[in-house]
T-cell receptor, first 109, second 111 residues
Framework: AQRVTQPEKLLSVFKGAPVELKCNYS??????LFWYVQYSRQRLQLLLRHISRESIKGFTADLNKGETSFHLKKPFAQEEDSAMYYCALSTGGGNKLTFGTGTQLKVEL | NAGVTQTPKFQVLKTGQSMTLQCAQDMNHNSMYWYRQDPGMGLRLIYYSASEGTTDKGEVPNGYNVSRLNKREFSLRLESAAPSQTSVYFCASRGDPEAQYFGPGTRLLVL
């Protein structure tokens, strides 16, 4: 069965410091991976997906099939980056998403 | 485009009461989904509809039913609400080859 693991519930960094939010997955097929962001009490918004290889709001993520990871990175954290981040894996018929438990990023001044 | 809309935004129920959560999308997407979000558990899929006229169970379907009324609308029904169903419910839609897009959520409190 597919699984997404986000080992950190909370990550606290200072403004201007680098950020890395970890995501590991287990899936026997070809994975399609996403990062979603949820600002306080708002809807989930797509941040990026691995097949588009875009950089959104300065965030990037590289799929590492050998390590089954899809870590989210940003070189310099901004205060407005404070939010909940979810890693998600799309699998199977109907393109269902399996979510990790999320990491709360807090950027401190 | 409004994207994905949900009603109501907030609801309080007593144990045993029933209610229907409404979801609509105006992006002409084929697939629609219902998730629940609970602290420390991320989002879990309740039901989904890969296309108009079809519905399938997700990870946590017990206590829920769904109806794909037409291509735009996908409703979630709680027949007899329980305190364990207190949660935030999100609807989402997807059109190939796009990602899923989410609604604003419904906060449900079951007393």
């Amino acid at each position: 069965a597919q699984r997404v693991t986000q080992p950190e519930k909370l990550l606290s960094v200072f403004k201007g410091a680098p950020v890395e939010l970890k995501c590991n997955y287990s899936y026997s097929g070809s994975p399609e991976l996403f990062w979603y962001v949820q600002y306080s009490r708002q809807r989930l918004q797509l941040l990026l997906r691995h097949i588009s290889r875009e950089s959104i709001k300065g965030f990037t993520a590289d799929l590492n099939k050998g390590e089954t990871s899809f870590h989210l990175k940003k070189p310099f954290a901004q205060e407005e980056d404070s939010a909940m981040y979810y890693c998600a894996l799309s699998t199977g018929g109907g393109n269902k998403l399996t979510f990790g438990t999320g990491t709360q990023l807090k950027v401190e001044l | 485009n409004a994207g994905v809309t949900q009603t109501p935004k907030f609801q309080v129920l007593k144990t045993g009461q029933s209610m229907t959560l409404q979801c609509a999308q105006d992006m002409n997407h084929n697939s629609m989904y219902w998730y629940r979000q609970d602290p420390g558990m991320g989002l879990r899929l309740i039901y989904y509809s890969a296309s108009e006229g079809t519905t399938d169970k997700g990870e946590v379907p017990n206590g829920y039913n769904v109806s794909r009324l037409n291509k735009r609308e996908f409703s979630l029904r709680l027949e007899s609400a329980a305190p364990s169903q207190t949660s935030v419910y999100f609807c989402a839609s997807r059109g190939d080859p796009e990602a899923q897009y989410f609604g604003p959520g419904t906060r449900l409190l079951v007393l």
